[in-house]
């Protein structure tokens, strides 16, 4: 086996023929990051470090792991091409770790660099070959949205957005590939120090007063609809740690009015608060037939250098697998049961048997999410697949994500996906547990329809 070879991840013959079946169906990404307004202006971009470097922390991390200067990853001072080449020198050492595959992938599939290893020898030509293919027009953002098969993206956005730039992406390409994700964290994270110019925001937004729990709920009941004229068919939660939805409106008042005046909240009214609004949105959810995703086990920000000079999002979050998990996971769900459907996402791999055993208490409307963040490589999703087809239903799987702030990884992403599950059912495959014919129905159900069905898209 060579190299990203035809056979790469693949192990049979078997899961060649499977991998096959399905390498070519369109994308349906069901939760990114991607920046829509680059794509509504679809302007060339300028060179590689732009697509495959400066706004993806995995690299980052990586980087900084081999003691690359962070002015040389995100500093204002230095030119693309200078990270560039320093990404050149220590990317032979990122072997193993995923990373070393997908800028890989995104230089031979997404770019057409068929042959391409970078290292400090090959940089300079692997940077000049790419700023030609870059300049073409099938390499602007929409074009590289439309040449990676791309049928569905859903974005993540914030409830003050007025997605005037999902609306012109999709009047480029003719029908709607761009549905925003309704993400309130911003209104429900009442312990950020942020959290009263936030209502602030939604109070300009809106036009509105916000002076009560209720009246808060009221604007973000009008932000919920606004995006669901829009297209939306999910919201998506980012938590550390699950909430019963027990807390009483007179608690979450209580913790609304004591923060609007500026006032510290404890651990137990911050939680009152955020119990109480998370119920309130999954019941908007429930009446708009929406998915609602949960990611959960994120602690943000650990490393203060990083976070006070680069603010979130730069590489300083970790996994806790202390988080307790079924208990009040399960109570929130009861609560909604059978009106809502639901995502579910863990960080921290440890989770997975109780999210697996979680869903399966509930049945068809809870699903399981792919694995997340640091899971999302083939180990991770290979021992997340192998577990929950035995505990809960590989048919019932929420479908692969790409998480992704980069257009041009996404088809990297799909494709370690689906190479990998094609694997992992071949396995079954040869040790005789079903037939091959069964294994093709499973795998086009867990890489396009099962998904677009349970969006109802």
Not at 128 to 150: F, H, M, Y
Request: glycine share 6%; aromatic share 10%.
């Amino acid at each position: 086996m060579s190299f990203l070879d035809e056979k790469y991840l693949l192990g049979s013959e078997t899961a060649l023929a499977l991998f096959e079946t399905v390498k070519n169906l369109p994308v349906v990404d069901v939760h990114n990051h991607a920046n829509v307004a680059e794509i509504a202006a679809n302007d060339n971009y300028k060179d590689l470090w732009q697509v495959c470097a400066a706004t993806d922390h995995y690299v980052w991390e990586m980087l900084r792991k081999r003691s690359v200067p962070e002015e040389m990853i995100t500093g204002k001072n230095v030119s693309n091409k200078e990270k560039f080449m320093t990404l050149a020198k220590v990317f032979p050492e990122f072997i193993g770790n995923p990373v070393y595959e997908w800028v890989h992938l995104d230089l031979r599939r997404g770019l057409g660099m068929k042959n391409a290893i970078l290292d400090e020898n090959t940089a300079e030509n692997i940077w000049n070959e790419s700023l030609k293919i870059l300049a073409t027009d099938n390499k602007r953002p929409q074009g590289l949205v439309k040449e990676q098969n791309i049928e569905l993206m859903c974005s993540t956005d914030d409830p003050v957005d007025l997605l005037g730039e999902h609306k012109e992406a999709n009047a480029a390409f003719g029908r709607t590939v761009i549905r925003p994700t309704w993400r309130p964290d911003k209104a429900v994270n009442i312990f950020a120090a942020t959290w009263n110019e936030y209502i602030g925001k939604l109070e300009k937004r809106f036009n509105a007063t916000i002076n009560s729990v209720d009246e808060l709920v009221e604007v973000l009941k009008a932000s919920h609809k606004y995006f669901e004229e829009n297209g939306a068919v999910a919201s998506d939660h980012g938590i550390e740690y699950p909430l019963s939805g027990d807390a009483t409106k007179e608690q979450a008042e209580s913790a609304f009015k004591k923060a609007r005046s500026g006032k510290a909240l404890t651990r137990a009214e911050i939680d009152d608060y955020m119990s109480y609004i998370s119920v309130k949105i999954a019941e908007m959810d429930a009446e708009s037939n929406w998915v609602f995703q949960m990611h959960i086990g994120a602690v943000r920000d650990i490393r203060s250098s990083l976070f006070n000079t680069l603010g979130p999002d730069s590489g300083g979050d970790v996994s806790d697998h202390m988080v307790n998990i079924v208990a009040p996971l399960g109570r929130f769900l009861d609560k909604l049961d059978g009106k809502l459907k639901v995502v579910l996402y863990c960080l921290d791999p440890h989770h997975q048997s109780d999210l697996a055993t979680v869903a399966r208490a509930f049945g068809a409307k809870v699903r399981l999410g792919s694995a997340w963040w640091l899971n999302d490589t083939p180990i991770g999703m290979r021992r997340q697949l192998e577990y929950i087809g035995s505990v809960d239903l590989l048919y019932n799987f929420a479908g692969m994500v790409s998480d992704s702030r980069k257009i041009l990884s996404y088809s990297s992403r799909f494709e370690m996906f689906r190479r990998v599950l094609a694997d992992v059912v071949a396995q079954h495959v040869l040790r005789g547990q079903f037939p091959a014919s069964a294994a093709e129905k499973l795998m086009r159900q867990m890489c396009y329809d099962g998904p677009k069905e349970f969006y109802g898209i």
